[in-house]
């Protein structure tokens, strides 16, 4: 359609987000759908918190703020670095926005000049690639093989830096695989940044609290001081305290680029939700109990969702360090015809059969830049987990 910008031509719609919609609108038709494709917890924002979102309404804190987040969160914040990652962010260093994704969204919009290079291990979150794109740059995409436990190399890093790379974006626990590294693991890919002074990193630090025992989760600019001064150490609400819905994510980074950040928000949604920021405030600064029951149980998931999808014939899954999501093989199931008559070519066929001939949903790997593979949420119950489980066991029975 001509009456459209050529910007859109060059990104798709988010996948996850589509997925989920999908599921609701079969839900709503009455379809039996098991939801596996949606990133967020099942559980509900503890009480405590709640109780400060409403309280935030009655003392009518429902007024603009600051754009860039209140004094009160800044603070917070600023604490948690000192407290979870050692390091110290002062309150013009720190950023806060409309979830983890407005704050990406924002450091790309505010640094990224057409053709500049950013780095992009695959298999990455859906979104980080279109963003970079939508922003002028272009993503340039490392494998992190399934036999390292899906994590890039050093010199894989090394190979693809060239003069017009501006930032890699790191995740660990990595969204879609679940894949941590290890401080010794990043040191190997500090190394090779310190040699590299024009490349910025952006560490996606969303899933920190949920990694597993036996994982030591680590950050960037924890690790390597050398490389404080050029990284974005970007956080949120969401995934450790159930709470995707109040919208709020936060970066601590050099004071420049944070002030850049706050002029884009400026003039795009000024600041978010007040109500959501005293919730983030008392998240951050209240009692901190709810996260250990909260990974127990996601340990207890992966367990079963791992040597579930292991039992499948053509699946194959490794176990993950942390986050609630797995990313199984299904490298074995193709060239193969489903019992309802689909011919599995790519990871694609597969998740579509799978949907409609069981009513199980999950998102297809291709979407997050790695076949012939799909991503599993298993951030649901135990109960729901099980019967997903039987079906896509005789699914991929039914593979001929
Ligand atoms: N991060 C979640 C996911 O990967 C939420 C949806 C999205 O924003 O992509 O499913």
Redesign the pocket.
Known sequence: MPFLSATLDRVKP?P??AL?GLVASLKAEGRDIIGL????PDFDTPDHIREAGKRAIEEGKTRYTAVDGIAELKAAISAKFARDNSLTYTPDQITVGVGG?QVLYNALMATLNPGDEVIVPAPY???YPDMVRLAGGEPVFIEGAMENGFRITPEQLEAAITPRTKWLIFNSPS??TGAGYSPEALKGLTEVLERHPHVWILSDDMYEHIAFPGFQFATIAEVAPALYDRTLTVNGVSKAYAM?GWRIGYAGGPVELIAAMRKIQSQSTSNPCSISQWAAVEALDGSQDFLAPAVETFLRRRDLVVNGLNACAGITCPTPEGAFYVYPSIAGCLGKISAGGAAIGNDEDFCKALLEEEGVAV?FGAAFGLSPAFRV?YATSDAQLTEALTRIQRFCAGLS
Request: glycine residues 12%; neutral net charge.
């Open positions: 988010s996850t987000v989920t494709g949606a990133g967020e994704k979150w859906v979104s969204n879609p995707t998102v949420s």
